[in-house]
């Protein structure tokens, strides 16, 4: 799970490249899903991958308009 907050007069610029762009995710980085917080300042991404260290590659990309919090999830609950 990735958390993005947009920096401070940032959100339209980061829309622009993603138009431009792309996610610009480096291969074996899959984006799964994403929801935007109401307030739109920022944005929870679902990512997947086999290779952590692809995270880094990624936020090269973004950091200069957006700041990052990457929580890796373990399996999910097995129901009682």
């Known amino acids: ?28 980085l899959n984006f799964v899903e994403s929801w935007l917080e109401k307030d739109g300042k920022r944005c929870f991404q679902l990512m997947e991958t086999n290779n952590f260290s692809l995270f880094e590659i990624w936020i090269q990309n973004w950091n ?17």
Do not use: H, N
């Open 1 to 28: 799970m990735v958390i993005e907050t947009f920096r401070s007069g940032c959100k339209d610029l980061v829309y622009k490249r993603f138009e431009e762009k792309g996610r610009l995710l480096p291969q074996g």
């Open 64 to 80: 200069d308009l957006v700041d990052f919090e990457v929580i890796e999830i373990g399996e999910k609950p097995r129901a009682k």
